[in-house]
């Protein structure tokens, strides 16, 4: 059967790059209405969500392998308003807390997109019944989005942060071999 753990390194670096790079490029079809972007940035998106799963998947994996190692990972503390809104005061609980409410607002975010896309675009208006946004209405639902979308870029990283934390100063997921 596949490791998943194994691979947790390895996937977690393709939505820090490809979600914030998703929401630039949705900012700059914003400000300059290229269809490139926004095509490009959903492609992003789509991956990043995509990745972003496999990456919180791999990541229960490691802390299943992490806990099985050592039985005081959950232990292990962290202070702050972030770790008592997300996991309780545990950084293994705050890291994977973060982890899937980034990848459920992204997802939102992505789905929300494609319907934005699919009710504004004139060519969808056939499979829309030609019901398509009110002129008026498109511009701001757009601007919200791309606000929600670069708050949510704070999401990515801080649970990068918090993952960083439990390997840089706690060393999980380090193996001994590997210090040697």
Not at 99 to 119: C, G, H, R
């Amino acid at each position: 059967m596949l490791d998943l753990a194994q691979y947790h390194p390895l996937l977690v670096h393709a939505p820090l790059i490809l979600l914030p790079t998703a929401i630039l490029l949705r900012v700059l079809h914003l400000i300059w209405p290229k269809a490139g972007f926004r095509i490009t940035a959903i492609v992003l998106l789509v991956a990043g969500v995509g990745l972003g799963i496999l990456a919180k998947e791999s990541g229960e994996a490691a802390e299943h392998a992490a806990e099985a190692r050592s039985a005081n990972v959950e232990a292990i503390q962290a202070t702050g308003t972030i770790p008592a809104m997300f996991g309780e005061g545990s950084l293994l609980e705050t890291h994977a807390s973060l982890a899937e409410t980034t990848v459920i607002v992204f997802m939102l975010l992505l789905i929300s997109e494609a319907l934005l896309l699919f009710l504004s675009q004139p060519f969808f208006a056939r499979w829309c019944g030609s019901f398509s946004l009110p002129i008026g209405l498109h511009k701001p639902l757009e601007i919200g989005w791309v606000v929600v979308g670069v708050a949510a870029i704070a999401l990515v990283v801080l649970t990068g942060h918090y993952g960083g934390k439990l390997v840089y100063e706690h060393g999980v997921g380090i193996s001994l071999s590997a210090m040697q």
